[in-house]
């Protein structure tokens, strides 16, 4: 009898929509900013992102799609980078929370499970920030977000790394699916996707002392100013996500 893989969509739509609807708090603010660990977590992040929009030049695009967007936490960096801003989101209490969050801005939201999405435009640059570990078929995955990128587009995806050191990648139902940088590269590969940057995104040990977050800090600084193989290989037990600049070969 084949195992049934633990993960899937369903899954992850019913856990959000059922741990959201007795969350009365803004999602965002309980998520990223209720700790000081959690708060370095999301500035390291938003650091990383706004290096990457300076890097390559990611501005006046005509076409942008962020997939996973959740309540909208990373969208005030991209959302103003586009003429048209399309979401893609599969959880109706995220959406719901998202054009709350956004009733200013103009978007189009597709509402669908990714892993079912087939694409019928392109787009100049994709977004996927912390959404690529609920995925459990990491190559057709790949494969749709090629389908929806321009012979010169970007594809920006952030997620969890299974080899940083306090991983609970075998703990937690939710993070089961997480791949280190090596895994993500060969799957690129075969996807048909060139992996153009790899950048250190939440790198940290011990965050809840100041110290620990200080050093780190420094150390994030550096990965984003090196971006190379040697300094991702001597950091990445201490690295729990990374953020990968793909685009068709």
């Known amino acids: 009898m084949k195992k049934e893989t633990l993960l899937n969509s369903k899954f992850v739509k019913n856990y959000y929509n059922e741990s959201l609807s007795a969350l009365d ?16 977590d999301y500035q390291q992040t938003k650091n990383t992102l706004l290096h990457i929009l300076k890097k390559f030049n990611i501005k006046d695009n005509h076409e942008m799609l962020e997939v996973g967007p ?42 669908t ?26 190559e057709k995955a790949l494969k749709i977000f090629k389908s ?18 306090k991983s609970v990648k075998k703990s937690k139902k939710l993070h089961s699916e997480q791949i ?9 590969e075969v996807s048909g996707l060139e992996m153009i940057a790899t950048y250190p995104t939440t790198l940290r040990v011990k965050s809840t002392f100041k110290i620990f977050r200080a050093i780190f800090t420094m150390i994030h600084n550096l990965g984003l100013l090196f971006n190379n193989a040697w300094f991702n290989n001597v950091f990445n037990w201490a690295t729990e996500s990374y953020t990968y600049v ?4």
């Open 25 to 40: 708090e803004n999602y965002t603010n309980y998520r990223w900013h209720r700790n000081k660990v959690s708060e370095y």
């Open 113 to 138: 499970d990714f892993m079912e999405y087939e694409p019928e435009q392109t787009f100049d640059t994709v977004f996927a920030i912390r959404c690529f570990e609920y995925f459990d078929k990491k």
């Open 70 to 111: 959740g309540d909208g936490v990373w969208t005030p960096l991209f959302i103003n980078q586009s003429e048209h801003y399309t979401v893609l989101e599969q959880s109706e209490e995220m959406i719901s929370r998202l054009q709350a969050n956004f009733k200013e801005n103009k978007f189009s939201v597709i509402k």
């Open 148 to 165: 929806a990128l321009g012979e010169h587009s970007l594809l920006i995806i952030t997620t969890k790394n299974a080899s940083y050191i």
């Open 180 to 188: 280190t940088s090596s895994q993500m590269a060969k799957i690129a």
């Open 246 to 249: 793909l685009r068709k070969k």
